[in-house]
């Protein structure tokens, strides 16, 4: 490969180095710039000489101050750089430069289970939800069983998923911060791939009992709630307790064996966007093409939610005016005031993130990574944001607040979408058993390296082999055949699920 | 059954019925009580007139203030108590009345591994600790091919555990309390029951980098860290990270299967002890059984830990005379006071606890619940304190500081026992992993019940069946035969093993 630089935007004085094997001093770009010294791939170079003091520029905005003198054709290490202050959230203009919609697209479709409630599922699951974490051994005991012996009987349905997490009891189940993790698996629970009905098995004496779990309409199968209790005076040992959950699965899955797929409008999608291990190519490659999805997601009338306030906060400015209306502005600026000051009482700030890989795929800070995050928004008008735990219910590209860690956001958004799109510059083998999750790397050499892990190769656009509407388009292609059960994800393929990983701001007692 | 009550001191009004139904309005006991109201098992009923405003008196201790006139013979609920303050925690005697030491016992012993570093296994273990969550379902894979292709060519080897969390990236690594969490995990992946040395899988791009996690020293097999790294340039695709870790499991398995168990004195034992849906027969029944116990383990020299700080904070005052020095004394405070205030943070106190079930099982409030649980801690010094996520050193009684939910206390405990004793009144399915539960139920409804998943009944205890030195004793003896591998609990029987859950009073990114 020839060498080979990537610089956003016009003002920017740095770029980025495309060449895998990174490039030696003495090496000379088309443009006349020549190495002084050795640059990986994916790290920055300044293009110009920079002065002690002046503004590094990437993506059109500051990244950070120089703090010494950065001749022209170096290496733009982390330590050069001095973290600007974030942007203050008491002066973002909102709404006041709302994008036009884009046109419709229509005749986009995708073969999924309609339910009850109007949601469409992606998967024909059997759940079985849990109240808390002391019931799920036995929980998972039962999986297995109704795996190994029920299961093959009814081959319409994809699979059985035990709804287990490390929350329930030994918490401080009124305290504010609660509600978080409580409605968060109340979505989960009613999940559309579940057809919104699960078991649910419940210790008895737990703080979440399936009343507050269920804020009071317990699931109904048959003739009576969809609950079984362990402590219950009729249940009288192991043997019986794993009896009841068998009989309970066997009589759902009779009902979820009838169900079959139909076609649906891709407006029926509810896409959750997550990034995971990022590099600098992630800004450039993966996240706009997923940002080219999201537009044609919109344009077909779906739900496209990001979210990771941490890695939205330090490029809100670039949001608020894209924002439908003042009180959207107000609600995003509302959920990064929450985390600056839920930071804040942890003795923690922004620069908690980015993480060591994120460090040595070439991004600086918190600000360059959150300027090449919020790509994946795409160009649409910002319809709606969600607070931590909340059901997204609004059409259009909607902010659902979350933390950045990628478990607990993908916990979070589990609760809304019914799809899930994972760009990832250094490799996660992050998946989850309820929504298939499609994994888009922002190399090539990760595609290539990780084949069978890897589903979108976005790192062809920072080669010059594809455009970023070429990925984008590709993507969105791949989530109707993936919502539709024609195509499988690699990591639904080796049976990859993450835990998960409910958000808990309260705390534990 | 006669009817029959349980008045723990002869300065309590209240006494707890011991009939399995409960008793009706009109029954009469020997001592000349008759209730005036039907009296469910468990619950109190008051022994004379109570006027409004009146000490409720159980245990010898004040555990609330009556709000109304409770005539003699009626049913005290919940309602009918105001919760006392706290002990105040500027104000306790310190180690003003240390017992003296018990006789030692001598002879006592069991089978167990030799570590190189002087601990002693229970369980012979191969263990793959993480660094971070995303690989998880990676090393779950792994594990399961583990146990299907090489486990059998091993027998001497007792199983292979995946040591995974919900922890690891997407955290405040740097804030105050990040370092309870990553010790924690520290110490669970380099157990006794794993010989000390697991191997390790990092994804490679995570805050808890292997050297975070391990301090520096990275536990190494063979000649090098026995550590895989997922996003190594030379581990190509999902079969290959696979074949690393079944290569270097098959290396370790080769050392493990040539353990043997080796007598040594009971002086080796490591013993958390927890409480978990406990109710009103926990302080009566199975705390002080586990106490009897717990008395003779630090007669043999062991170690013997309890926990669960908000389940000790209002018993407190009678502990701190208890302690072996002023030092430990204040040590015990500086853990009720840390707790107070992170509780005070999430807008949160001690009255969080009991839970739901701990009501129902007769539990009017946390008051009475502490003075209950600390009946686990026996009558020996307090030798010392452990802060959250520090490893017990000290033989001895020992107050470990740890929430007080039962997979975040147990995990807690786990980063230092080789045995486990969990008490439940109302029943739980709790197991770990790594080291045998021994259950022990407070009623005898209970362990009929649950057959086959209560190891020790002490409800005999009420009934007059056996003394707490019987159950005591029982219990010792059992610890003994499961430490030595010749008696199987019954989480151990079925698999019940719990997730980790590690306590991070930090914030997450």
Redo the contacts between chains.
Sequence with gaps: MEPRYVQVNARDNVAIIVNPEGLAAGVAFPSGLALREAVPQAHKVSLRDLEAGECIVRYGEVIGRANRAIPAGFWVREDMLDLPAAPPLDELPLATNVPAPQPALHGYTFDGYCNDDGSVGTKNLLGIATTV??????VE?AVRRIQAELLPRYPNVDGVVAI?H?YG?????????AAVPVQTLRHISLHANLAGLPLVVS?????M?PARLFSSDLPVLGDGPAVIR??D?E?????NIIGAIMRAAEQRLEELNRRRRQTVPASELVVGLQC??SDAFSGVTCNPAVGYAADLLVRAGATVMFSEV?EVRDAVHLLTPRCATEEVGRALVREMRWYDE??G????D?S??P????K??GLANVVEKALGSVAKAGSSALAAVASHGEKVMAKGLVFAAT???????GTQQLASMNMHVFTTG??????LAMVPVVKVSSRTSLAE?????IDVDAGRIATGEATIQDVGRELFQFLLDAASGRRKT??DH??????L?P?N?????
């Design positions: 974490q002391c019931v799920a051994p036995t005991y287990t490390t009891c030994g918490v401080a189940i009124d305290a504010p911060g210790l008895g004496c737990e703080k009992q362990m402590q005076e249940l009288r040992g192991f043997g995971g291990g941490t839920y930071l009482r942890g003795h923690a922004r908690a993130n993480t060591p890989g994120n040595r795929g933390p950045a860690g990628d478990f607990v956001c250094e490799g996660s083998p992050y998946g390296r990780w084949y069978d892990l690699w990591t080796w049976g990859l699920h993450n835990a990983a958000f701001p309260g705390p534990v007692t």
